[in-house]
Structures are given as C-alpha cells and as structure tokens.
T-cell receptor, first 112, second 112 residues
C-alpha cells in the first residue's frame, strides 16, 4: 500500500505571498491531520479533517486554513506568509477509527 | 492547555546499551499516548502506544512505562543500534479525533 505523499517537497516563497500544500493519504484513510514542525516549537498540531469536515483545530491564526476533498486528499493554505512560517509541514493520515497516524515526508517551506 | 516535555533534548548512548527516554505531560485527562520516531528527512513513525489503564507495554526491543500519578512516561530501547538514532516524541492524545500534542522531542545518537 502506498504511503502518505506530500507535494511539493520543498518550497521557497517570499513574505506576503500565499502557498498551498497538498497531501494524499493512504488509500482508505479518511482522516488527515496537519502539523507544523520547527526547531524551537517542535511539532504543533494545525488541524484535522475527517470526511471533508474540519474536526479539530490547533492554535494557529486564521492565515492557516485547510480543506479535504471527497477522495480524502487534503490541502492546506497559508496566506500572507511571514518569516516565522518557515517550517516543515507534515501531513498524517489515519483510518479514522483508530489513533494510529501515518506521516508523510513533509513539505519544507522557506519564507524569505 | 497541554504541554509535553522531554526531559533531555539530546541523549547519546553506546551501541548495545539500553536507552531510556523520559517524557512528562501536564494534562491528567490524557488517556492515550503514542511514541514516535523521526529519522532525518522523514516524517515521524509510530513506535508504540499505551492507554492510561496500563502501566507497561512491550514491543519489539521497546518498552513504554506510564506513571499516571506523576504524569510521566518513559521509552526504553533495549540493545540500542545505530538505526535507532533519531528524534523521539511522546504524544498524549487530547480531545476528540486525532489531536495529539507533541513537543520538541529527544534526539538520540547511538555511538558505534
């Protein structure tokens, strides 16, 4: 079974721009969670989608948003990028009926 | 809110020795915990989980101990190997859905 895939793997953006990251979960998984990972803050939960609905949300500003499509693929969007948004963004998928999450390799976002 | 603290940000052990990684959590309502391993350039990978009605769980070369009284977990790795070099996270579950709290992790280095 193919694992979680994230595209693109690397991205460089300028402050003020917006960015969209994509995540394809494991086939059959209905839950997708997004995390931001930085050296100082570690892994922080952004939000979780289950069956196209946001089920949980972390403490991030409204510039961070996401959505999930009917095929469970998910996208997250960050608008008006700030230097502090530079991070590794990880996506994790889960069947939805268990807590075990499978992480993708992440998208490394650099904001200059 | 929840906070998770790994007692040591870095840990070095000799190959073949046992490793112990400690983790403290703050929310006494947390009833499920997962340990993850993150190798360089990869997303976190599930190692082992434990529910709050257990105080010990064993896997292949790993043992997790949970002390709910002092809100503390430990991950023990037997006969540590170079392939165990990674960052380790303990993640308590909080809230409905897959909302886990991570910290900055403990970086384990195995010395050959």
């Amino acid at each position: 079974k193919a694992g979680v895939t994230q595209t693109p793997r690397y991205l460089i953006k300028t402050r003020g721009q917006q960015v969209t990251l994509s995540c394809s979960p494991i086939s059959g998984h209905r839950s997708v969670s997004w995390y931001q990972q930085t050296p100082g803050q570690g892994l922080q939960f952004l939000f979780e989608y289950f069956s196209e609905t946001q089920r949980n949300k972390g403490n991030f500003p409204g510039r961070f948003s996401g959505r999930q499509f009917s095929n469970s693929r998910s996208e997250m969007n960050v608008s008006t990028l700030e230097l502090g948004d530079s991070a590794l963004y990880l996506c994790a998928s889960s069947p939805g009926f268990s807590y075990e999450q499978y992480f993708g390799p992440g998208t490394r976002l650099t904001v200059t | 809110g929840e906070s998770v603290g790994l007692h040591l940000p870095t840990l070095s052990v000799q190959e073949g020795d046992n490793s112990i990684i400690n983790c403290a959590y703050s929310n006494s309502a947390s009833d499920y915990f997962i340990w993850y391993k993150q190798e360089s350039g990869k997303g976190p990978q599930f190692i082992i989980d434990i529910r709050s009605n257990m105080d010990k769980r064993q896997g292949q070369r790993v043992t997790v101990l949970l002390n709910k009284t002092v809100k503390h977990l430990s991950l023990q790795i037997a006969a540590t190997q170079p392939g165990d070099s990674a960052v380790y996270f303990c993640a308590p579950l909080r809230g409905p859905g897959n909302q886990f709290y991570f910290g900055t992790g403990t970086s384990l280095t195995v010395i050959p």
